[in-house]
């Protein structure tokens, strides 16, 4: 059974920072890629950052050149480094694994975990 625990969230001030990790375990067959993926209330979940097997990586403009995706493959851990972090940053963050679809552009695993909440005051 594949199970996701992310951690590392909390309350920060604007311009602040925070380094989520992402614990994985059992398998995610058939997925090729990691994502980190955000909800706020009222809003629909979106995708926020991905990260191939091969290290390819993308991000959504909100966060280009603020958050930095990662992923070690032999500790099946994913991480995300937030810089310069903004109120419109709040959100409970999520990590899934992914597979390029097309339309849509990815397609998670049914398997989220709790996720970690992102707090950022102004």
């Known amino acids: 059974q594949a199970q996701l625990v992310e951690s590392g969230g909390g309350l920060v001030q604007a311009g602040g920072s925070l380094r989520l990790s992402c614990v994985a375990s059992g398998r995610f067959f058939g997925f090729n890629a990691m994502g980190w993926y955000r909800q706020a209330p009222g809003k629909q979940r979106e995708l926020v950052a991905t990260?191939?097997?091969?290290?390819?990586?993308n991000y959504i403009d909100s966060v280009k050149g603020r958050f930095t995706i990662s992923r070690d493959n032999a500790k099946n851990t994913v991480t995300l480094q937030m810089l310069n972090l903004k109120p419109e940053d709040t959100a409970v963050y999520y990590c899934n694994a992914a597979v390029r679809t097309g339309s849509p552009p990815w397609k998670e695993s049914p398997y989220w975990g709790q996720g970690t909440q992102v707090t950022v005051s102004s």
């Open positions: 990260i191939t097997t091969d290290g390819s990586t």
